[in-house]
């Protein structure tokens, strides 16, 4: 097998090959005539598939069936929430306060939709641990010495919520996993043994969506890379809407803050000189 051209050609020869021309495997425009979606006829051959599964098609090469773009969309669906106040959408709506345009409220919403504490982030490190996990399982290594190693070295995320450990949106989508025979996964089946293992010594450690989440789309045989493409427009239902409400409100008035609710713990007002004249600051 021929090594990569990247790893063939280097420094200016590499860029030369590549300089007026684009290669790609993916797709091509050919405005009046047709368009190409990974060797296919766009709007020929792939017109019959649903959205989600063009769009996972475009990020993998390969086709999700029915049950699992129905599983897929569902779940972006059931994180669909309409309130300003949480992080992104909170974002998205100061943006639509500010009157900013619809896209730029939408796209900085989605920027930090990739939070780590609650956002993409913690969804692909889960995976990346369910991955690894179930790799030393399946090896012989006992789960609860590979969870405990785990905790030692970083958190695992993907179990325990603030507010409410018990995350509402779960019992909806494994019902609708068992209905479309996608509820017996192993990295799935590993995330409820995972939590089993958190909930013996940790009582609020409970699988939460991203755990859910990551090992779903693990069982779906994608990448890391995959899920992190793949889950961006899971929160855009949700945040529409934090858009709209803010933009229809006076100009400024989302999450007012009067100087009288800010409680300062910085350093006291002090006097300063410039140009000989006194001023404080």
């Not at 649903?50 to 699992?68: C, D, K, P």
């Not at 991955?131 to 958190?155: I, M, N, P, Y």
């Not at 409970?206 to 992190?228: C, F, K, P, T, W």
């Not at 800010?262 to 600051?281: E, F, I, L, N």
């Amino acid at each position: 097998m021929s090594a990569p051209l990247h790893e063939v050609l280097q420094g200016p020869a590499l860029l030369q090959h590549h300089a007026g021309r684009l290669h790609t495997k993916v797709g091509a425009a050919f405005p009046g005539s047709h368009a190409v979606f990974r060797g296919h006829d766009l709007h020929r051959e792939l017109c019959g598939l649903q959205w989600v599964q063009l769009y996972a098609y475009g990020i993998t090469g390969r086709h999700l069936t029915e049950a699992q773009a129905e599983l897929v969309q569902a779940m972006w669906t059931h994180t669909s929430y309409p309130d300003a106040r949480l992080w992104n959408n909170r974002v998205a709506a100061l943006a639509g306060s500010a009157r900013s345009s619809a896209s730029m409220a939408m796209v900085a919403g989605m920027a930090v939709s990739e939070a780590t504490t609650y956002g993409g982030q913690a969804t692909m490190l889960c995976m990346t641990f369910l991955q690894e996990a179930l790799r030393q399982v399946q090896a012989g290594a006992d789960l609860a010495k590979v969870v405990w190693a785990e905790t030692e070295r970083s958190k695992i995320y993907g179990f325990g919520r603030p507010i409410n450990s018990h995350d509402e949106r779960i019992p909806f989508i494994m019902a609708l996993a068992e209905r479309l025979g996608l509820h017996n996964g192993p990295h799935l089946a590993l995330a409820w043994q995972v939590e089993q293992v958190l909930l013996s010594r940790y009582g609020q450690l409970h699988m939460n969506y991203s755990g859910l989440h990551a090992a779903i789309i693990a069982d779906m045989g994608m990448s890391v890379r995959e899920l992190q493409l793949l889950r961006m427009p899971i929160f855009i239902a949700g945040m529409a809407p934090c858009v709209v409400e803010a933009a229809e409100k006076p100009e400024g008035v989302l999450f007012a803050t009067p100087c009288s609710a800010v409680s300062y713990t910085g350093p006291a007002p002090r006097a300063w000189k410039r140009g000989g004249m006194q001023a404080a600051a």
